[in-house]
C-alpha cells in the first residue's frame, strides 16, 4: 500500500510577525472609532484573537493605540527619508516640493493610517500629545536639515499636509464636482494627475491650481 504525501505543516507566525497583525487590526479598528470608541476587545474581534492576548501583547487600550499612533508617525517619517534619498534636493524649485509631497499624498491615500493620524492629533491625553509633538517636531526637524529649506518652507509644506489630511478625511475628492468651492480647493493642491503637488512656495500656487 502506497503511503500518500503529509501534509504540509502550516508554519507558526513569529512574534514580530503576530504583533505586526494585531497592529494592523488595531489601526483598523481605531481608524473607525477612534480612541474612545475602541475597546481591546474590538481590536481582538478585528484581529482574529482573544481579548487577553491583545492585552499581554500590548497592555492597556492606551498602550495599543500610542503604538498604533506612532506606527503611522514612523510612516511619514520614513516615506520623506526614502523620498529625500531618490530625488535631486532644491527647495527653490517648486518641483521638488511637488515630488516630496507626491510621496506623502501616496501614503496618506491609506484611509486607516489617516484617519488614525487624525484620531490621534484630535486625543488630548498627555502621553499622545506628546507623540504629536515629537512627531510635529521631527518632521519640521527633518524637513530644515535634510532639504536646507527656510523655516517659511518648512512651515507651509506642513501646513499644506495638515490641510490634505482633512480634506481626504471629509471625502473631498467624492465630492468635489458637487460644490465649485471645494473643487477649487481640492484642485489647489492636487494636479490632474491626482498627485498631491503640497509646495513650501505659496507664490506657485496659481501654477499648481486646476481650473
Same mark, same amino acid.
Given at each position: 500500500?502506497?503511503? +500518500?504525501?503529509?501534509?504540509?505543516?502550516?508554519?507558526?507566525?513569529?512574534?514580530? $510577525?503576530?504583533?505586526?497583525?494585531?497592529?494592523?487590526?488595531?489601526?483598523?479598528?481605531?481608524?473607525?472609532?477612534?480612541?474612545?470608541?475602541?475597546? !481591546?476587545?474590538?481590536?481582538?474581534?478585528?484581529?482574529?484573537?482573544?481579548?487577553?492576548?491583545?492585552?499581554?501583547?500590548?497592555?492597556?487600550?492606551?498602550?495599543?493605540?500610542?503604538?498604533?499612533?506612532?506606527?503611522?508617525?514612523?510612516?511619514?517619517?520614513?516615506?520623506?527619508?526614502?523620498?529625500?534619498? !531618490?530625488? !535631486?534636493?532644491?527647495?527653490?524649485?517648486?518641483?521638488?516640493?511637488? $515630488?516630496?509631497?507626491?510621496?506623502?499624498?501616496?501614503?496618506?491615500?491609506?484611509?486607516?493610517?489617516?484617519?488614525?493620524?487624525?484620531?490621534?492629533?484630535?486625543?488630548?491625553?498627555?502621553?499622545?500629545?506628546?507623540?504629536?509633538?515629537?512627531?510635529?517636531?521631527?518632521?519640521?526637524?527633518?524637513?530644515?536639515?535634510?532639504?536646507?529649506?527656510?523655516? $517659511?518652507?518648512?512651515?507651509?509644506?506642513?501646513?499644506?499636509?495638515?490641510?490634505?489630511?482633512?480634506?481626504?478625511?471629509?471625502?473631498?475628492? $467624492?465630492?468635489?464636482?458637487?460644490?465649485?468651492?471645494?473643487?477649487?480647493?481640492?484642485?489647489?493642491?492636487?494636479?490632474?494627475?491626482?498627485?498631491? !503637488?503640497?509646495? +513650501?512656495?505659496?507664490?506657485?500656487?496659481?501654477?499648481?491650481?486646476?481650473?
Amino acid at each position: 500500500m502506497s503511503i +500518500g504525501a503529509a501534509e504540509p505543516r502550516t508554519r507558526r507566525m513569529s512574534a514580530p $510577525e503576530r504583533r505586526a497583525l494585531v497592529l494592523a487590526a488595531a489601526t483598523r479598528a481605531f481608524a473607525k472609532g477612534g480612541y474612545s470608541g475602541t475597546s !481591546t476587545d474590538a481590536v481582538a474581534k478585528e484581529a482574529g484573537v482573544s481579548q487577553p492576548y491583545v492585552v499581554r501583547m500590548f497592555g492597556t487600550k492606551a498602550d495599543l493605540f500610542h503604538a498604533v499612533f506612532t506606527r503611522a508617525l514612523d510612516e511619514i517619517v520614513r516615506t520623506f527619508n526614502d523620498k529625500l534619498d !531618490t530625488v !535631486t534636493i532644491d527647495p527653490s524649485n517648486p518641483q521638488f516640493w511637488a $515630488e516630496l509631497g507626491s510621496a506623502y499624498g501616496e501614503l496618506v491615500l491609506d484611509r486607516d493610517l489617516l484617519l488614525v493620524m487624525l484620531h490621534g492629533f484630535a486625543t488630548s491625553t498627555d502621553d499622545v500629545a506628546a507623540v504629536s509633538r515629537t512627531a510635529m517636531s521631527g518632521i519640521y526637524t527633518l524637513l530644515r536639515e535634510r532639504t536646507g529649506c527656510t523655516p $517659511e518652507q518648512a512651515r507651509l509644506f506642513i501646513a499644506n499636509g495638515m490641510l490634505i489630511n482633512n480634506l481626504l478625511a471629509m471625502m473631498a475628492p $467624492e465630492h468635489a464636482d458637487d460644490d465649485p468651492a471645494l473643487g477649487e480647493l481640492w484642485g489647489s493642491v492636487f494636479s490632474d494627475s491626482t498627485a498631491i !503637488t503640497l509646495t +513650501g512656495d505659496e507664490s506657485s500656487s496659481e501654477t499648481d491650481t486646476v481650473s
